[in-house]
């Protein structure tokens, strides 16, 4: 079973920047594509960008596209998320999650380990 830890969050000021990072245990993680999701206050959980395995190929929510960047270094067993442009409404418990397969994906369901979540808060 892998397990991923965030770190990264904390709060900014709107359009301010972060970057989040998801370390991943195990020696298979260059196999899978990898996601991150959010859930904001009363909100339910939602897909923000994932990546495939090698990088090749990059998704995101319309809400966060051309202001978030998903990235990963396989050496390091580690994906990053760097959030520029920050809105209050980007608000949230940011998870990070590994895919069961190698290509990009933004179903909840095809993704089977998921970490604790980090916590993002923007303020106005």
């Known amino acids: 079973q892998v397990r991923l830890v965030e770190s990264g969050g904390g709060l900014m000021q709107a359009g301010g920047s972060l970057r989040l990072s998801c370390a991943a245990s195990?020696?298979?993680?260059?196999?899978?594509?990898m996601g991150w999701f959010r859930q904001g206050p009363g909100k339910e959980r939602e897909f923000v960008a994932a990546?495939?395995?090698?990088?090749?190929?990059?998704y995101y929510a319309d809400s966060v596209k051309g202001r978030f960047t998903i990235s990963r270094n396989n050496a390091r067993n580690t994906v990053y998320l760097q959030m520029n442009s920050l809105k209050p409404e980007d608000t949230a418990v940011y998870y990070c999650?590994?895919?069961?397969?190698?290509?990009?994906?933004?179903?909840?369901?095809?993704?089977?380990?998921w970490g604790q979540g980090t916590q993002v808060t923007v303020s106005s």
């Open positions: 195990g020696r298979t993680f260059s196999s899978y594509a």
């Open positions: 999650a590994r895919s069961g397969g190698a290509f990009v994906t933004a179903a909840p369901a095809e993704f089977g380990s």
């Open positions: 990546i495939s395995w090698n990088g090749g190929s990059t």
